[in-house]
């Protein structure tokens, strides 16, 4: 029988890398041209269609069907332009992929023909058959209709000649169905929110956008060694494996020069991210071996979520031409670090201010630590709706694993910053501040500089960290969409400044002058938020004790985290902002706990098939080995010889049968727990079951594993090792 290890190296070792060639010329000749940009909306719409796809992006204006008949007419002749031949709706199911079902453009004619078509009507709403997406239960007692409709706030774009069209995907009794529906409200009342909050400083700023540059990390492994995986095709992760004795102890990856092979892909998913007008800018090697990392210019934040979900897909078709897979999961290899996503997140108005930059006047640092002191109260009161918004099977694997942040939600700015709010927390003010003293002596606010020392002042530690002119949220995983943390941050931010406003406008009323209000507020908030706030290094054990003795949240595992989904409060903030109502909260919680569930199941599964019929059957050939060598021994030597010779021997025979004995054990023992959380009642208490007793035979039995791939013959071991999956390239 073959080694199919060997085979995969075989095959791997003998690959040249494919190299692809750039068109000659500019990225910005090509970037965007796959798009209805607005250089191709001003070509192909009439002038006033143009205005009023611009009003419906800028003000959410509705578009009636004459328009929707006429822009439907021109986005047909331009993507036929460029050879489209299909249309679909783009959306973002709960699966958190996204879908898409392709429609041609053709109507048959009569005699025989065929004609293009593409109506406004098929545009602006379309019903796909929704029945096989999840939906928590909702579409169980209503209709199982849902249907798209049209977000022309993210462009279309053409994706192998078939013109896709982002959409929103709501059942038919109005309930979301998708990640989108949620993040553009979320985004739409962040937006108000933060306005009225800016008119208290400025009254020209009339709309605020939430911005997100994401930073993308994934592996890269040759497809004939993920093939040769069973675990890592089916699960995304190795569940077995010895730690390589070079991984990335020596920090020589990070920042590395880029392997001839991994830089050909990345050309060629940058080409292709461009014509798509994803802003892509940065690539590099990351800490552990066959790391990367692509980071865009930062967008609004429904396109940057968009782009970021359109990236992961074109990423693993372009891979494929490369025989590479992208490994996108939190935690691919146990021994080296995890991927995850930044989230680069900041607040920038209509006229052209970054909200969380301070500014030149004490006024604009006063409105600068009003964000920055709502974000930091915010993020106190809602810390763990914030972590259920990050909260997957894959993401535990990561989360407080020393490499990432913990689960423990907290917040740093720096030591000037938090110096400032000391200052302030502290301050005496004599007497009221009246409007016109804004200088920084009444204020008691200390001088601020306009730049930040972010990069001397950096803490890779903390899960949510200010860096300069935008806070980092760093605790997403890397195979999740942004929409989730999206929509929970913003609205958390959004409801907070609410708030804020209505207590600054309370003191106004009672004739407390607007900037002692805002000065007063903002000094409660100080003192009410001060245990998010965590300048040291999040990963150590005097963190998690310290804040636990804070009362922070320290929730380790998915279905702990997902709670917060359902709680009081959360459902109140959904609720009062008309984000999703308690039902689609419920039908979210119902589908995260089910694919948690699921996906614990597969490894379970994955592991109990490795241990038995792959790692048994060859521990136990080379133990025969070994005891046919034993045996013949024994004969060709004297008995003395013999005893003193085959000691070694008798041992290794001894602990592969121990540690072949403890495999069998333990999967069967997980197979009885697999089987009661199965037949739990509800996926909370099996996603508990699944966590606490399925998952707590992970770790023994890769022990067992791991260490009998140390006593085995290499030439047998039928997976393909760590050394070889890190460093073939
Ligand atoms: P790193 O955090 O790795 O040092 P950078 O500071 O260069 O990287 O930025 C990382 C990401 O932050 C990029 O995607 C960048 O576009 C984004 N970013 C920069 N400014 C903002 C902003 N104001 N709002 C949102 N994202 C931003
Ligand atoms: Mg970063």
Known sequence: MENIRFKALETTLSRKPLKFDLPTGKISDYFGEQTFNHVSMQEFLTGEAFKQVLRSIEKGEKIDRKMADQIAASLKAWAMSKGATHYTHWFHPLTGATAEKHDAFIDPMEGGKAIENFQGGQLIQQEP???????????????????????????????????????????????????????????????????????????????VNATLGWEQEYFLVDTALFMARPDLLLTGRTVFGHASAKDQQLSDHYFGSIAQRALEFMKEFEYESHRLGIPLKTRHNEVAPNQFECAPVYEETNLAVDHNQLLMHIMQKVARKHDMTVLLHEKPYASVNGSGKHNNWSLATDTGINLFTPGKDAKSNLRFITFLVNILKGLDTHADLLRASIA???????????????????????????????????????????????????????????????????NRTSPF???????????????????????????????????????????????????????????????????????????????????????????????????????????????????????ELNARFEIK?????????????????????????????????????????????????????????????????????????????????????????????????????????????????????????????????????????
């Open 129 to 207: 058959d929704a029945s096989s997406f999840p939906s928590g239960g909702i579409r169980n007692t209503f209709e199982a209709r849902g249907y798209t409709a049209w977000d022309p706030t993210s462009p279309a774009f053409i994706m192998d000649n078939t013109l896709c069209i982002p959409t929103i995907f709501v059942s038919y009794t109005g309930e979301a169905l998708d990640y989108k529906t949620p993040l553009l409200t979320a985004l739409d009342v962040i937006d108000k929110a933060a306005v009225a909050v800016c008119q208290l400083f400025d009254k020209d700023i009339k709309k």
């Open 392 to 458: 997957s099977a894959g993401n535990d694997l990561r989360l407080g694993a020393n490499e990432a942040p913990p689960a423990i939600i907290s917040a740093f700015i720096g030591s000037q910053l938090s110096r400032t709010l000391d200052e302030i927390e502290k301050s005496k003010l004599n007497g009221k501040i009246s409007n016109k003293e804004y200088s920084e002596m009444n204020l008691n606010i200390p001088k601020i500089p306009e730049i930040l020392a972010d990069n001397t002042d950096r």
């Open 465 to 583: 960290a200010f860096t300069g002119n935008k806070f980092e949220f760093r605790a997403v995983g890397s195979a999740d969409t942004c929409s989730n943390a999206m929509t929970a941050l913003n609205l958390i931010v959004a409801e907070q400044l609410k708030e804020f406003k209505k207590e600054v406008d309370a003191l106004i009323k009672k004739k407390t002058p607007k900037t002692e209000a805002i000065y007063q507020v903002i000094k409660k908030y100080i003192r009410e938020s001060k245990r998010i706030r965590f300048e040291g290094n999040s990963y150590s054990q005097e963190w998690i004790e310290e804040a636990e003795k804070r009362g922070l949240s320290n929730l380790g595992s998915t279905p702990e985290a997902l709670k917060a989904y359902v709680s009081e409060e959360t459902v109140k903030l959904f609720e009062d902002n008309n984000v999703l109502n308690s039902r």
């Open 593 to 729: 706990l089910e694919n948690y569930v699921k996906k614990i199941q597969i490894e379970s599964r994955v592991i109990g098939d490795l241990a038995k019929n792959h790692i048994i059957p060859i521990a136990v050939r080379y133990q025969n080995t070994l005891i046919e060598n034993a045996r013949g021994l024994s004969e060709v030597l004297d008995t003395k010889t013999y005893m003193k010779l085959s000691r070694n021997q008798v041992q290794t025979i001894k602990e592969i049968s121990e540690h072949i004995t403890e495999v069998k054990t333990l999967v069967d023992a997980m197979l009885e727990e697999r089987k009661k959380a199965n037949r739990m009642p509800s996926f909370e208490e099996s996603a508990g079951a699944y966590h606490e007793k399925v998952m707590a035979y992970f770790e023994p039995i890769r022990q067992h594993v791991d260490k009998l791939e140390l006593l085995v013959d290499d030439e047998l071991w039928p997976l393909p090792k760590y050394r070889e999956l890190l460093f073939i390239r």
